[in-house]
T-cell receptor, first 114, second 112 residues
C-alpha cells in the first residue's frame, strides 16, 4: 500500500447525471476526509469519517451529496443530479489516530459537468 | 471562524535562491499546522507537520516555523531548484472536527 488511492482520476458527465467516486485510504488509517477544490482555491472540507461513522458534514455538502464508508475501509462520494457548479477536483485524505494527526491525500478525481 | 491567508499568491525566483513563503491564520487556537505541495492537476503531497507545541520543523531543504501567538507560519526553502516549482498550501487543524482549513496557496516558479 503506497498511499491514498482515488478512482476515477477524471470524470466527465452531463448535467443531471449521477456520479460516484471511490477512495481507498492508507491501510489502518481510521480517519477519512473528503475535500473539494476549485481552480485557484485551497481545498474545502466536505465531510469526514472515523472508522465507519460519518462524524461531520460541511454546509457545502448539499442534499445531492452523500458519502459512505462501509466497514470503515474504502469510501464513496456520490453526487446526484450534477450541476455545472459541481465541477471541481474532489480530494480524499486519510489519517491515523485521534484528532489532528498528519493527513495524506490522494491524487484526486477531476469532475467536469457539461 | 478560522481563516488562512497566504502571501504572496505567486512568486518567481531564479534557481539557487533562498525563499520564504508566508501563512497567517486568524484564530491562534490551532492544534497543528501542515504544509503541502501541489503540482498542476495533482493531489497534495505533505511536506511538514508542525505540532502546536513546536516552534519549527525541518525536512531536507525545507524549514517551517510556527508562531501561534502571532498567528503566523513560514516555509523556508533553501537553494531553490526548478523541481520546486509548484503551489504550496498551508493548512491548520482547528475546531472539534480535526479537519484542515486551507489557504489559497502560493504558486512558486523557479527559473533555471
Amino acid at each position: 500500500d503506497t498511499g491514498v488511492s482515488q478512482n476515477p482520476r477524471h470524470k466527465i458527465t452531463k448535467r443531471g447525471q449521477n456520479v460516484t467516486f471511490r477512495c481507498d485510504p492508507i491501510s489502518e488509517h481510521n480517519r477519512l476526509y473528503w475535500y473539494r477544490q476549485t481552480l485557484g482555491q485551497g481545498p474545502e472540507f466536505l465531510t469526514y469519517f472515523q472508522n465507519e461513522a460519518q462524524l461531520e458534514k460541511s454546509r457545502l455538502l448539499s442534499d445531492r451529496f452523500s458519502a459512505e464508508r462501509p466497514k470503515g475501509s474504502f469510501s464513496t462520494l456520490e453526487i446526484q443530479r450534477t450541476e455545472q457548479g459541481d465541477s471541481a477536483m474532489y480530494l480524499c485524505a486519510s489519517s491515523l489516530g485521534q484528532g489532528a494527526t498528519e493527513a495524506f491525500f490522494g491524487q484526486g478525481t477531476r469532475l467536469t459537468v457539461v | 471562524k478560522q481563516e488562512v491567508t497566504q502571501i504572496p499568491a505567486a512568486l518567481s525566483v531564479p534557481e539557487g535562491e533562498n525563499l520564504v513563503l508566508n501563512c497567517s491564520f486568524t484564530d491562534s487556537a490551532i492544534y497543528n499546522l501542515q504544509w503541502f505541495r501541489q503540482d498542476p492537476g495533482k493531489g497534495l503531497t505533505s511536506l511538514l507537520l508542525i505540532q502546536s507545541s513546536q516552534r519549527e520543523q525541518t525536512s531536507g531543504r525545507l524549514n517551517a516555523s510556527l508562531d501561534k501567538s502571532s498567528g503566523r507560519s513560514t516555509l523556508y526553502i533553501a537553494a531553490s531548484q526548478p523541481g520546486d516549482s509548484a503551489t504550496y498550501l498551508c493548512a491548520v487543524y482547528g475546531g472539534s472536527q480535526g479537519n484542515l482549513i486551507f489557504g489559497k496557496g502560493t504558486k512558486l516558479s523557479v527559473k533555471p
